[in-house]
C-alpha cells in the first residue's frame, strides 16, 4: 500500500501563489507517475499536472493551468510538489494527489485525502 499526504492549502487572493505538497510513504516501490487532480463544488474531477518516476522526467499539465503552475519532485523524499503561481478564482477546489503503481504487471491507483485551495479576495 502507497500512503499519500497532502499538505499547503489554503486561501490566497487572486494573483497569489501557493505551494502544495505530496509525501508518498509505504510499499513507494514502482511507483511510475505522480500527479495532481482537482474537484470544485458541482464538478468532475479533472487533471491538474502530472510527473513521471524515472530518470527521465515527463510532465504534463491541463490546458487551463499551463504556464502559471509548476510540478516537480524530490525523490530523495519522496515527495511531489505543486508550485501554483498567479492563482485565479477558477483555481478554487479541493486538490488531491494521485500516485499510480505497477508492480509484477499489476497497477494500483492511490489518492491523498485532499486539501483545499480557496481563490478569493
Known amino acids: 500500500q502507497v500512503q499519500l499526504v497532502e499538505s499547503g492549502g489554503g486561501l490566497v487572493r487572486p494573483g497569489g501563489s501557493l505551494r502544495l505538497s505530496c509525501a508518498a510513504s509505504?510499499?513507494?516501490?514502482?511507483?511510475?507517475?505522480m500527479g495532481w487532480y482537482r474537484q470544485a463544488p458541482g464538478k468532475q474531477r479533472e487533471l491538474v499536472a502530472t510527473i513521471t518516476s524515472g530518470s527521465a522526467v515527463n510532465t504534463d499539465y491541463a490546458d487551463s493551468v499551463e504556464r502559471r503552475f509548476t510540478i516537480y519532485r524530490d525523490n530523495a523524499k519522496n515527495t511531489v510538489y505543486l508550485q501554483m503561481n498567479s492563482l485565479k478564482p477558477e483555481d478554487t477546489a479541493v486538490y488531491y494527489c494521485?500516485?499510480?503503481?505497477?508492480?509484477?504487471?499489476?497497477?494500483?491507483?492511490?489518492w491523498g485525502q485532499g486539501t483545499q485551495v480557496t481563490v478569493s479576495s
Open positions: 509505504g510499499s513507494t516501490f514502482g511507483i511510475y507517475t
Open positions: 494521485n500516485a499510480l503503481r505497477r508492480v509484477m504487471g499489476v497497477r494500483s491507483d492511490y
